[in-house]
């Protein structure tokens, strides 16, 4: 939109806009009414639970494949509900807020799973009254400040050492393969003296220091979900890990809260694995590279992946993040920073000790990233949906009302996990559609496209990237010009 192409830095925040707006438009136009609300009829009504008939929630999902994706509701409720009644499991996690009430300080909130279709929607009900049941546990409840420390579902077990916090195991239960050669995940302070853009430094060497283990504990246990909690110290720095497993993922996510004060620094998480005969893979737009493994500093967009051999099979694994894109293979180690505190705009210059400068990454920041282990070939269509995965999925909490539209609805779908649709978009001369669709895996493949209830077969070249225009009901394959 206009509003985006003109306000220059603040394209993110003008982008978050419209979509909350589009978001508001489509809830609208979902028919959300149920039988029972009395006294209404089918316009637009501004109300909230009524008579216990539930809530509904809209959830969307922007990507072009269906997943399970877990929501977090920020309050207490007493029942979930699928769009055909059926009752829905949830767990009560630790929120993000704090709410007194007139006899205790609640700061649980509903976390439950949800089925979302393709570049769609789907709503779910929620409840402010339900029956009792032994997942509804208050999270404070299911804490564990006593070793072992470990995270574990059908696919993944994790083990962390009670004394550094690291994460000393992760092994694959189908198979028993354990990918991880020593402690890992820690995070490492590396003396950094260079200038803002770190010119001519292919990798960073400085001095290092280790941070001090200042708490872990268990603080999720829960049907849904695991979680483990890891706070490290230095000076006037701390780092706040949480690691999460959810029952239905076989890999990690961790989300880090840091507050940083440590100048002319780096912090570097590195994951030592068991691998042997490694190669390394990064995410480049539209695909990836492969490059031998050193110590230089690689650039990659979302992941990275280690690739090798581990017990006679081939193995790897993987990290994607949601902000962080520096990473460093050495051997069987994939390192990357986490943050990197230099004197902001410094070119060349050797910065005056006795005056105060303002640095590039002091004070509080947030990251995730996932920790990805697989077996077998490398999985590069599963990478990158574990990298869409780092986001929750967006969500509406509605009011009853009429409308034209269902309550799930899928535009897009597609019959092969290779291919990805990475833009779609009205033509520019307003006749049809325009979709970009890449090719994941760099192995040729054919795939059935449904679009709008149309339907053909497209045959992608490894790591093709192809246009298609969609006039009149008709898929029309074109080029980056967008012309037929």
Same mark, same amino acid.
């Given at each position: 939109?206009?509003?985006?192409?003109?306000?220059?830095?603040? !394209?993110?925040?003008?982008?978050?806009?419209?979509?909350?707006?589009?978001?508001?438009?489509?809830?609208?136009?979902?028919?959300?009414?149920?039988?029972?609300?009395?006294?209404?009829?089918?316009?637009?009504?501004?109300?909230?639970?009524?008579?216990?008939?539930?809530?509904?929630?809209?959830?969307?999902?922007?990507?072009?494949?269906?997943?399970?994706?877990?929501?977090?509701?920020?309050?207490?409720?007493? !029942?979930?509900?699928?769009?055909?009644?059926?009752?829905?499991?949830?767990?009560?996690?630790?929120?993000?807020?704090?709410?007194?009430?007139?006899?205790? #300080?609640?700061?649980? *909130?509903?976390?439950?799973?949800?089925?979302?279709?393709? #570049?769609?929607?789907?709503?779910?009900?929620?409840?402010?009254?339900?029956?009792?049941?032994?997942?509804?546990?208050?999270?404070?409840?299911?804490?564990?400040?006593?070793?072992?420390?470990? &995270?574990?579902?059908?696919?993944?077990?994790?083990?962390?050492?009670?004394?550094?916090?690291? *994460?000393?195991?992760?092994?694959?239960?189908?198979?028993?393969?354990?990918?991880?050669?020593?402690?890992?995940?820690?995070? *490492?302070? &590396?003396? =950094?003296?260079?200038?803002?853009?770190?010119?001519?430094?292919?990798?960073?060497?400085?001095?290092?220091?280790?941070?001090?283990?200042?708490?872990?504990?268990?603080?999720?246990?829960?049907?849904?979900?695991?979680?483990?909690?890891?706070?490290?110290?230095?000076?006037?720095?701390?780092?706040?890990?949480?690691?999460?497993?959810?029952?239905?993922?076989?890999?990690?996510?961790?989300?880090?809260?840091?507050?940083?004060?440590?100048?002319?620094?780096?912090?570097?998480?590195?994951?030592?694995?068991?691998?042997?005969?490694?190669?390394?893979?990064?995410?480049?737009?539209?695909?990836?590279?492969?490059?031998?493994?050193?110590?230089?500093?690689?650039?990659?967009? @979302?992941?990275?992946?280690?690739?090798?051999?581990?017990?006679? @099979?081939?193995?790897?694994?993987?990290?994607?993040? =949601?902000?962080?894109?520096?990473?460093?293979?050495?051997?069987?180690?994939?390192?990357?920073?986490?943050?990197?505190?230099?004197?902001?705009?410094?070119?060349?210059?050797?910065?005056?000790?006795?005056?105060?400068?303002?640095?590039?990454?002091?004070?509080?920041?947030?990251?995730?990233?996932?920790? #990805?282990?697989?077996?077998?070939?490398?999985?590069?269509?599963?990478?990158?949906?574990?990298?869409?995965?780092?986001?929750?999925?967006?969500?509406?909490?509605?009011?009853?009302?009429?409308?034209?539209?269902?309550?799930?609805?899928?535009?897009?779908?597609?019959?092969?996990?290779?291919?990805?649709?990475?833009?779609?978009?009205? !033509?520019?001369?307003?006749?049809?559609?325009?979709? @970009?669709?890449?090719?994941?895996?760099?192995?040729?493949?054919?795939?059935?496209?449904?679009?709008?209830?149309?339907?053909? *077969?497209?045959?992608?070249?490894?790591?093709?990237?192809?246009?298609?225009?969609?006039?009149?009901?008709?898929?029309?394959?074109?080029?980056?010009?967008?012309?037929?």
């Amino acid at each position: 939109t206009e509003e985006c192409i003109y306000s220059y830095g603040g !394209a993110i925040s003008a982008a978050i806009k419209n979509k909350e707006r589009a978001m508001l438009l489509i809830s609208k136009s979902i028919n959300t009414m149920v039988k029972g609300v009395t006294g209404r009829g089918k316009s637009d009504l501004e109300t909230w639970e009524e008579d216990n008939l539930g809530v509904p929630v809209i959830i969307f999902n922007p990507y072009s494949y269906s997943r399970k994706a877990a929501v977090q509701i920020n309050r207490k409720y007493g !029942a979930v509900k699928d769009d055909k009644g059926g009752d829905i499991v949830f767990q009560y996690v630790k929120g993000d807020y704090l709410i007194q009430s007139e006899t205790y #300080l609640e700061q649980s *909130v509903t976390l439950f799973e949800a089925d979302l279709p393709p #570049l769609g929607y789907t709503t779910y009900w929620i409840y402010g009254n339900g029956q009792d049941n032994k997942q509804k546990l208050n999270f404070t409840e299911n804490q564990q400040t006593a070793p072992p420390y470990i &995270l574990e579902n059908s696919y993944l077990r994790a083990e962390f050492d009670n004394v550094s916090g690291a *994460v000393i195991s992760i092994k694959d239960k189908s198979c028993g393969i354990e990918y991880l050669s020593k402690a890992s995940c820690e995070p *490492v302070i &590396l003396e =950094d003296q260079s200038d803002t853009w770190a010119h001519n430094l292919k990798g960073f060497y400085g001095k290092s220091s280790a941070m001090q283990l200042k708490s872990i504990k268990m603080t999720e246990n829960g049907i849904i979900r695991k979680a483990i909690e890891v706070k490290y110290c230095i000076n006037q720095t701390f780092v706040l890990h949480t690691y999460y497993l959810y029952r239905n993922e076989d890999f990690i996510r961790v989300s880090v809260k840091i507050n940083y004060n440590e100048k002319n620094s780096i912090l570097r998480y590195s994951i030592n694995s068991a691998l042997s005969d490694t190669t390394a893979f990064y995410e480049v737009p539209f695909g990836y590279v492969q490059k031998k493994c050193s110590e230089k500093e690689q650039p990659s967009l @979302r992941w990275a992946c280690l690739y090798g051999k581990k017990d006679g @099979r081939q193995a790897g694994i993987a990290i994607c993040c =949601d902000s962080k894109s520096s990473y460093c293979v050495q051997e069987n180690s994939l390192s990357f920073i986490g943050i990197r505190n230099s004197v902001f705009a410094n070119h060349h210059a050797k910065p005056d000790s006795q005056t105060e400068y303002d640095y590039t990454d002091e004070g509080i920041s947030y990251f995730n990233y996932i920790i #990805l282990p697989f077996t077998g070939s490398t999985s590069f269509e599963k990478i990158n949906m574990a990298a869409d995965c780092i986001f929750e999925p967006d969500y509406l909490i509605d009011s009853y009302h009429g409308g034209g539209l269902s309550k799930t609805l899928s535009l897009f779908n597609c019959g092969s996990s290779q291919i990805a649709l990475t833009a779609l978009k009205k !033509a520019e001369n307003g006749k049809g559609f325009v979709l @970009r669709l890449n090719e994941l895996a760099k192995k040729k493949c054919s795939a059935k496209i449904s679009f709008l209830n149309a339907e053909t *077969v497209l045959c992608f070249n490894p790591n093709e990237i192809k246009t298609v225009l969609f006039v009149e009901g008709k898929f029309i394959e074109s080029d980056f010009l967008e012309l037929y």
